[in-house]
Each structure stands twice: as C-alpha cells, then as structure tokens.
C-alpha cells in the first residue's frame, strides 16, 4: 500500500474536533508511528482513531493488547527500537502501567502515555470528567523517580501538548505522562491542524561515539549533560537494559549504595535541572492581583470567566494556569505566595494540587479552595462566590 502523507490524511486544516481527535493529530504530526493500547472509557476513540490512521503510514503500527500492562510493555519495547511510542488510557488501566512506568523511568525509556481522566476509584463514573490522577502521575510508581506532566484545557491545545510530550521524551529520555479528561476529551471546539512541516521535532541525543567506547547510560560523551545518548535494539552497539539499580554499563549493581544514589540522582536532576525548559504556565491579571486563583484542565475555563466578572466588579483577581503539572513550579508559587494576600485552588477533586500550593507557599499567604467531584466542573459563579470571601 502507498503511504499517504500525514498532511493529506489530516485534511481538511480546519476541523470541529474533538479533544481525543486533537491529541491523535498531533501524536502523528510528531512522527509517532507506534501504538498500543486497549479500550477504555473516555479514551477509546484515541485507540480507533491509531488503528485507523497508523496503517496508512510508512512503519506505522498499531496493536491492541489484551491490557494496559502488555499495552506499556509493548511501547516501551517499540521505543527502544527506535519508534516513537503512545499509549492511551483512563483512571483504571493508568492504575495498571504505574509498575511499567517505573521501569520506563529506570531503562530512561522515552513514551507518551494519555490519560483522560475520569470519576474514581475503582470504576467510578467512567463518562464523568475529573482531576483526581494529579497525584498519581508523580507519585504512582513506586520509588525515588522524577515525572513530566502535561495538561491542556482545550482541544487545541491538545494538539499541540501532545507533540511537546514528544519532544521532552524524546530530549530528557523520560516518559511523559499528557494528562485530559472526559470533559476536554469529547468537547468538540475549532482546530486548526499545521502542516508536517510547521511542526518543530526536537529528536533523541543521537550516538556519536566509536562502537567499543558506548554505554547505554554513560553520560557527557560529547558535551555535558544528564541524558545519556541512545541507540535502537539491533544496531551497531551492545545495549542491555534491567529494571534493577545498575551502573552506566547498564549491568545490575544491587548492593552498592553509591551508584544506586549516584543513577537516582541522576534521573532526578536530568529533568529538576531543566525546568525552565520544561514547566510552562499561563498567568493572567497576576500584576495588581490581591488573589489568585490557580488552576489547570477543564476546570481553568470557569475559572476565566469568573476572573473577568470579578475583575468587573472590583476585585484585584489574577489566573495561575498549570499546562506542566510536574515538575511543579514551586519557585513561581513561593514568589507570588510573597506579593498576594490569598491563593485559591479550583480543581475537581478533593485536594491534590492544593497540597503543593501550601506547600510551596510556605505560610506566606492564605490557600483557600474550591474542590467539586461527581463529574460537575465548578461554576463561574461557585468560583466567583469564593473569591468574594472576605480576607483575614
């Protein structure tokens, strides 16, 4: 079969799509050719739509699996063989690949794995959208690991989040964790899809090195850095990997205290020492601001609209958007925590990112809250109630 070209498959440039479709679009515009997956409400239609589109495409595959842990497994595999990898899944089956993404952070194996969230625990309410996984994204895996998380609020930035998840696997050798849910998911919005060629692919750190002289996790072979050069399975270098503690040869060290500090360390620092090239946030009215509201996802579209009603009527309110979750940023929250009188945290479960507002704030100012589950996205006007509190 003749390949058709991502430009042509992708047609037509403007679309009424969906969050789903948008974050399909803009895994293939970042040259993913690899997906494995298995069904799950709200985020089946990114697993249709690969099965769909992928065929069509030189070295394009797609596999459903029986579950989400072969699902991981299998893009883990594929990414070592020099594909770029996705996978997609909901609250359940997210729970199901934290193992395998601790082995993904300790083989430094770079893939995209989707989570739309949706109401838990356990089944919950699989068609209602929620914010409860912000937790689990840093924390699931067991163990001493760093993350990137990413969160779009509409289906346009979806697209473009998706091939940013990407560029920072692939740059950091790291999985990036893009996080939606039901809401952004299935709310159908104008996209304006680029072409291939507009699209900015920030690639792996190619090997350079002799054959005898390279090391799958030996670092600064041609200029400093934390992020190992990396070669596919099958070539020229011998490359061995395990998910237990092991030197820069990748043999396992078990038993040795300081290369299990000096590797952990390592993975840390890679993506802490890196922030400023990795968290992003959008601020909004922050200058004058008395309060500010912080939020991020669906819920920071409410939020929007209350700002500019309180704003209206005389309040000195500011917007803090979350897009990178993790790493949090921690210094922005302290500064601003230093010229505010209050924070308050919108988001639809009952306190996850609140915590790290407190945190980082250190005492400096009040963090009020505003937290609603069931699947109802918080209101202007609960929003706007909130913000009209009175300030101790």
């Known amino acids: 079969m003749n390949e058709i070209p991502v430009d042509e498959l992708l047609k037509p440039k403007i679309q009424f799509a969906t969050g789903n479709e948008a974050i399909v679009y803009g895994a293939l515009l970042a040259n993913c050719r690899f997906f494995a997956g298995y069904p799950i409400t709200p985020a089946s239609e990114i697993l249709e739509m690969m099965a769909e589109y992928l065929p069509l495409l030189e070295d394009g595959y ?25 996978t997609a899944t909901s609250g359940p089956g997210f729970s199901l690949m934290q193992e395998n993404i601790g082995y993904a952070c300790m083989t430094e194996t770079p893939c995209v794995i989707v989570d739309v969230q949706r109401s838990g625990p356990s089944t919950g309410q699989p068609t209602k ?10 924390w699931g895996t067991h163990g001493d ?77 041609t200029h400093p850095t934390k992020v190992p050069e990396m070669d596919k399975f099958g070539n020229q270098y011998h490359t061995y990997l395990t998910g237990l503690t092991h030197d820069w040869k990748a043999l396992p ?29 959008e601020k909004k009215y922050i200058e004058d601001a008395d309060i500010i509201v912080v939020s991020y996802g669906i819920s920071s579209r409410t939020v929007n609209s209350a700002i500019e ?20 940023p921690a210094e922005k929250i302290l500064d601003l925590s230093l010229e505010i009188k209050k924070f308050i945290v919108v988001e639809m479960n009952l306190g996850q990112m609140y915590h790290s507002v407190v945190e980082f704030s250190r005492g400096n100012c009040q963090v009020d809250n505003l937290f609603s589950i069931g699947g109802k996205i918080p209101s202007p006007k609960e929003i706007l109630k909130i913000i009209k509190k009175r300030i101790l």
């Open 309 to 328: 009603k309180a704003r209206e009527q005389g309040y000195r309110v500011g917007h803090f958007r979350l897009i990178t979750l993790w790493p949090f």
């Open 129 to 138: 959208a929620a914010q409860g996984d912000t937790m689990e994204v840093r």
């Open 62 to 86: 797609f596999l459903q699996m029986e579950d989400e842990i072969a699902s991981i497994a299998a893009i883990i595999g594929a990414s070592w063989n020099n594909f770029r990898t996705m």
């Open 253 to 281: 060290e078990t038993d040795n205290p300081e290369v299990h500090e000096r590797l952990i360390r390592r993975f840390y620092e890679k993506i802490e020492d890196n922030k400023d090239d990795i968290v992003t946030y």
């Open 145 to 221: 690991h760093n993350i990137i998380a990413l969160y779009p609020n509409s289906v346009q930035e979806s697209l473009w989040m998706t091939i940013r998840a990407f560029n920072l696997a692939d740059k950091y050798r790291t999985p990036v964790i893009l996080l939606s849910d039901a809401a952004i998911a299935h709310t159908r919005e104008k996209l304006v899809i680029p072409k291939q060629n507009e699209v900015d692919i920030i690639g792996r750190v190619p090997v350079t090195i002799e054959k005898q002289k390279y090391h799958p996790f030996r670092t600064g072979y």
